[in-house]
């Protein structure tokens, strides 16, 4: 089953709108075995309507429309619609009920421009929507259904959460479940090719995705086929999901699409044990990211921010000599750093990070060098990375990087004593 | 003129990936007198990527491919887009010195599919990417011109913001200007509100647009008209902005696309002072924000993460009794932390945070609470601000709210002796 998605909206087209409704669609679609096969966004006109809706693709069974329900003037699909589908709007005391209720519920009463949501196409099915006024239509023309939402995110969610979805679940025969394997600090392309050979022999129904982010690269394994040779068709999922981890083995750090920095948080709670950050090129960027998690602090217990460094020397026990010689970005200091707030903070590990976003003053080192150390229990480990120019990007690729770092030795780590 | 968006990818179809790439193409054309008229997102497949070609509107004179340009095999758009106008790939050894030269600068060398980016069709224009290796192709189709970007959000802004956007505007014949005023921690709605009367008698060419984010309204005034009469469209942006400034007065942070703290590393770097803060609710996304600016050590000195308490006594000074009496959320604690770090660090301001992301423990405090607190020459102050439910847009706001603030303790301080 195929569907396409319509969605109406000036601000989508100004890019002041993230378009998140059809995101919702695809995902909850695809969870149900309906595919997605293409989204038009376009601009709130009876022509662009009209447009759309002439251009739907012949193999398409479901078309959503989204957004232009409301009660202002630029609200114009259900009368676009109805002209479309040669049908008339007639007066529903019965929605007109509920609206009435909803605003009584809030206190108010509606006004006119309500009263005209009551108006409602006479051939098309009536969707309820417990979230607000705007009323949701299914018409069933040649074949095809088509459904319009509104494009208030949280009431079109609602409309299809508690009518649309379950109605075609009960009427779909197909299996479609994906893998996810997620990968941090190796480049798309070189992933590609430690799977080139795997891939070349993966066959339909299944079929690999990788969808890369600064740092990170998710491989969507996903396999498609008739409900009714699920059990078959989940045994290959499940054969090629063991080849992926042969292949890439340790380089997996999840296979649900989370952060590293929860994979960390499980680890840690798991082993009772606790993390500090001594963070100068990474700016507290790491701590930010374990404290984005809920009961961070059950784990981490705090970082020092060392951007001078005074503060390196006075608060992590930087040794004053060693950084005239050696300077701030080297191996000795790194590790200085992890093992001082380590001490300091008394943490069973700790991670610490210095580097030049911008040019090495004295010219020796490239630009975007930086030294990342882990320090825990039988641990004092630091290396070196070049992570390239762009600040920002540098900065979340070496929080990516030291995170992950932490993650290989706190699954490695022997708690058994 | 009018464009075009097709968004290749199966990601955003199954909603697994938001289109934030035609938010952006939407938005900067519409700043350079482009309207997009039509959004299409479509699979990685050969006959989809055809089909949305032949589908292009009449009207239409920019077409904005994206998507589908890496090296690896679900990588289609070059091949398809290439046979679509009957062109032919040639190897083009000017690539891949670039491709090489851009993996040498990270200490890399490209692989067999790296290399497959150095073909390039023969009579496309050649697009550089500074930021990556899939390349840029232009073709000049029966007097419309068709742009492939990569897919990567990254590559694909840098692409536009250094060669497309720059030589459309240079071959524009409408004078149009922007003026932005940057507005923190007023929402789009009361915004909309204290400007209303004016926007009311606002008259054509002159239009204002909200673009909100998290915490953050943009404010854009854009006059379009005809380039032979700009002095005089010029005059009329300067005459309405005046007045905006007067109506928001020190609510506008900036009249620059920049974040507060840009302005805020100008005002301490301008007066010759240092920040530093203590960060408990915010876990170090203030210092993260601060030394995302490139010169921040000038100014910002450190930071300390104290998520425990046992931290906040032991490193910032927080009085145990009152910690135990009042709870680490609270106006006293928030100052002691502030006083603490500005002491310790020895710096002229600073900046702290406490509060409860979650459910305050004790039921006393709603969800969200947030203490903030900022210590400098003169100046012991704080204030209690509710964030919501949201754990990282809670983060997120406050972090923006506190700098917001700083500003304005900056902005007004007397420099005079």
Known sequence: MKAEIITIGTEILLGQTLDTNSAFLGSSLAGIGIDVHRIISIADSPEAIENALDSVLESTNWVFITGGLGPTKDDLTKGVLTRYFDDELVFRSDIYEHIRDFFSKMGRSPNILNKEQALFPKSAKFISNSRGTAQSMLWDHNGRKYISLPGVPYEMIGIMEDNILPYIKDSQKTFLESRYFMVQGIPESELASRLKEWEDNLESPLS?????????VKLRLTCRGKINSSSELLKKLDHE??????????????????GIEEVIADLLI?????????????GGSIAAKLISISGA?????????????????????????DLLKL????????????????EKYNSDW????????????SGKLPVGTIWISISGPGVEWAKKFTMGSNRNRTISKSTLTALNQLR????NQDLGS
């Open 408 to 411: 290989i030795f706190l699954k």
């Open 208 to 216: 690999i995705a990788y969808l890369p982010s600064p740092g990170l």
């Open 327 to 342: 300077g701030a970005v080297s191996k000795t200091i790194a590790i200085q750093m992890s093992r001082g707030i380590k």
């Open 350 to 361: 700790s991670i610490s990070t210095t580097g030049f976003a911008g040019d090495d003053p």
């Open 241 to 258: 999901s063991v080849k992926i981890r042969k292949i890439l083995g340790d380089d997996i750090y999840a296979e649900r699409l989370i």
């Open 270 to 282: 798991k082993s009772n044990q606790t993390l500090t950050t001594a963070e100068s090129f990474t």
């Open 297 to 321: 602090s059950k784990f981490f217990k705090g970082s020092i921010v060392a951007y001078s460094n005074e503060i390196k020397i006075s608060e992590l026990g930087v040794v004053k000599s």
